[in-house]
């Protein structure tokens, strides 16, 4: 049975940006290989897959699938010859197939923690040391690390992310002549590889042998001293962390000289390259607002007045505005004031023997330095405040955990701070979340839209600054985001079928939209934001159709 050929690298159309990035890497594998994110149906796995064909040497082009396991990465025991020969040898995994190669991950960002773990200890010594199942035995593993995502389904832990050397955002929009010619291109390829394979094969073996050329000259090329140093300007002026940067920046400003032909780094080559070394390492330099939310916009009795009407009448009117994070959440400033007499170690829970029933002590805070678990402690508290029955976060390390934030940032939010204080509770979920070593994704969904506002991954140090800048305004696309999320939980289960999902459906209710039919996966637990004298009991009816926990936000 014959292997059908890859579509020709030299045969895709754009993209120049990619293919410069693969080609640099094919030159100098010390970069540090190559991260692409971008949305379905750009080429990415395709111009991945076609880089083989174009590197001089022969190389070994190695996919390493999400459900592998860590032995099938690191390699393990060889039980045929363990079994038939009665010897301890070691049986090669995915590290030791890739030396040399390229070590492709299609999928990056939903690949599980363990394996990422792995991926790093990898790359940063480029040896592969396994100590399992009675062997002990150590390996090169040198590859370029190619990995593709699409930043939609989550995004990559900070740690893998900064050891690709060099990243590419793909936004390219293609015109109607090229989305044209590029499924004419396709539709010729499906109907006989081989030919179309052949017809390019000029193309394909000139750029192999520019590659080649660039690898001999490589080592002849030199970076003056004031390119390093305008090289190491730039990298403070970006704000970067460490020296990886200027150190991959370098790599890649001689790659990009030595492709042009040129033996000495010019001010061109440095700017050729900027983007693929900084854009995945810039930090966010916008300074973050002051703790304490500003006066309302609306300050005048009229205006609020008029507020008021549009808020209770015609709801998806009011035009958006942010509202900065409020400085203490009341769940935090609540519990803080209060303690419990005793705790219940069985269950987790305080109550308090002097009243007789579940309530608030004296000597909460002075239980093992144990926290909050703040899901479990709301979910137990169904539309209850003051909190009467208090969970603890389990000092363990089980299954992994998604806190799925759904937060309404609709018109109505925005009544009495109420968006403000939400932030403030995100706050709360997030601590939570980074101290339990948990993922972390928010969803915002007002002006009948629905944005993912944070990616699934590791609690940001920009968090707060990023509520901030959270605006509120429009109507309430409740069922979208409740199917949005749906879809959302549903690829991380297929990805990672041990994950559980905590989801906070944060909202005041003001919806008139039929949930029928839909389902969320895991807990949840719906925090209502409504702050009316007479409340509508929205919130509940849909707590209720999700099978969810009802807690009202403090007021």
């Not at 190559?34 to 990415?44: D, E, M, Y």
């Not at 363990?82 to 960002?109: C, T, W």
């Not at 925090?527 to 849909?542: C, F, L, N, V």
């Amino acid at each position: 049975m014959s292997i059908q050929p890859e579509f020709p690298f030299t045969a895709v159309i754009g993209q120049s940006r990619f293919k410069l990035a693969l080609k640099l890497a094919a030159i100098d594998p010390r970069i540090g290989g190559l991260l692409v994110s971008g949305p379905r149906g750009t080429a990415k796995s395709t111009l991945a897959r076609g880089l083989p064909e174009i590197v001089p040497d022969p190389v070994a082009f190695v996919n390493l699938p999400l459900g592998a396991s860590e032995e099938m990465l690191t390699g393990t025991l060889d039980l045929q010859r363990a079994l038939g020969e009665k010897q301890v040898a070691f049986s090669p995994g995915l590290f030791a197939r890739a030396h040399g190669g390229v070590l492709y991950v299609d999928e990056i960002n939903l690949l599980p923690d363990n394996l990422v773990d792995l991926l790093l200890d990898v790359a940063s010594g480029g040896i592969n040391h396994v100590e399992r199942d009675g062997i002990s035995h150590r390996h090169e593993a040198r590859f370029i690390l190619l990995g593709t995502m699409n930043p939609e389904e989550g995004e990559l832990r900070t740690q893998l992310q900064d050891r690709f050397g060099m990243s590419v955002r793909i936004q390219e929009r293609f015109n109607v002549q090229e989305r044209v010619e590029i499924a004419r291109q396709r539709e010729l390829f499906e109907r006989d590889p081989v030919t179309y394979c052949r017809r390019r094969q000029s193309e394909q073996d000139a750029l192999r042998d520019v590659l080649q050329q660039a690898i001999r000259l490589r080592e002849n090329v030199d970076c003056p001293e004031d390119m390093r140093m305008e090289i190491a300007e730039r990298c403070l002026a970006a704000d970067v962390d460490g020296l990886r940067a200027d150190i991959v920046w370098i790599r890649a400003a001689l790659a990009h000289a030595a492709l042009g032909g040129v033996t000495r780094v010019r001010l061109d080559d440095v700017d050729a390259v900027e983007g693929l070394v900084l854009d995945h390492r810039r930090r966010d330099r916008k300074s973050c607002p002051s703790d304490a939310p500003p006066e309302s916009p609306a300050s005048s009795p009229s205006e609020r007045h008029g507020r008021q009407g549009r808020e209770d009448g015609d709801w998806g009117q009011m035009p958006p505005l942010g509202q900065p994070t409020a400085a203490v959440s009341k769940y935090r400033a609540a519990v803080s004031a209060s303690g419990a007499d005793s705790v219940d170690r069985r269950n987790g829970s305080a109550f308090s023997r002097r009243q007789g029933r579940r309530g608030y002590g004296s000597r909460l805070s002075g239980y093992m330095g144990s926290r909050l678990d703040w899901f479990r402690t709301l979910a137990a508290n169904p539309g209850q405040w003051p909190l009467s029955r208090l969970r603890f976060r389990r000092r363990r390390c089980g299954d992994p955990v998604l806190h799925l934030i759904l937060l309404d940032t609709s018109a109505s939010t925005l009544r009495n701070s109420r968006l403000a204080d939400a932030k403030a509770a995100i706050l709360d979920i997030a601590e939570q979340a980074y101290l339990d070593r948990a993922q972390l994704a928010i969803l915002g969904f007002g002006n009948q839209q629905v944005r993912m506002l944070l990616s699934n991954r590791r609690t940001p140090r920009g968090l707060r600054c990023l509520l901030d800048r959270i605006e509120g305004g429009g109507g309430t696309p409740l069922r979208s985001v409740i199917e949005r999320a749906a879809q959302y939980q549903e690829v991380m289960h297929r990805t990672q079928p041990e994950l559980r999902f905590c989801t906070y459906l944060i909202t005041d209710g003001r919806s008139s939209a039929s949930l029928s039919g839909l389902a969320l996966r895991g807990d949840t637990v719906l925090i209502d934001m409504e702050t009316s004298r007479i409340r509508r009991g929205r919130a509940t009816e849909i707590a209720e159709t999700l099978g969810a926990a009802y807690h009202p936000l403090p007021a």
